[in-house]
């Protein structure tokens, strides 16, 4: 059974940074993309960020890219995201999630939420102005 585990949400001032670590268990011999997604209050779930099994692709949301950071430590089955200059937009409970397992180590970087399989519980971000 795969299980993806988040940390590292907190509460920092605007302009401050976080570091998100997600680590997954459950399988093995599969080259997946991962992703970061974030809800805020009364919104729908949007793609902040993904990266390819090898980390030579990455993906980012408009309004992440330049502050956010995403990378891929493979042998310890752990993705992170790397925050910074955060702003009060950015409040939300950010959400890991991995693609279906996989013999292909794609570049293609799939935005929708569908196209992902797995899930963490997620994990709070909050940004005071």
């Known amino acids: 059974q795969v299980q993806l585990v988040e940390s590292g949400g907190g509460l920092v001032q605007a302009g401050g940074s976080l570091r998100l670590s997600c680590v997954e268990s459950?399988?093995?011999?599969?080259?997946?993309?991962m992703a970061w997604f974030r809800q805020a209050p009364g919104k729908e779930r949007e793609f902040v960020s993904a990266?390819?099994?090898?980390?030579?692709?990455?993906h980012y949301e408009d309004s992440v890219k330049g502050r956010f950071t995403i990378s891929r430590d493979i042998a310890k089955n752990t993705v992170y995201l790397q925050m910074n200059s955060l702003k009060p937009e950015d409040t939300a409970v950010y959400y890991c999630?991995?693609?279906?397992?996989?013999?292909?180590?794609?570049?293609?970087?799939?935005?929708?939420?569908?196209?992902?399989?797995?899930w963490g519980q997620g994990t709070q971000v909050t940004v005071s102005s």
């Open positions: 459950g399988r093995t011999f599969s080259r997946h993309a």
């Open positions: 990266i390819s099994w090898s980390g030579g692709s990455v």
């Open positions: 999630a991995a693609g279906p397992s996989s013999t292909y180590d794609s570049s293609w970087l799939p935005t929708g939420r569908r196209e992902y399989v797995y």
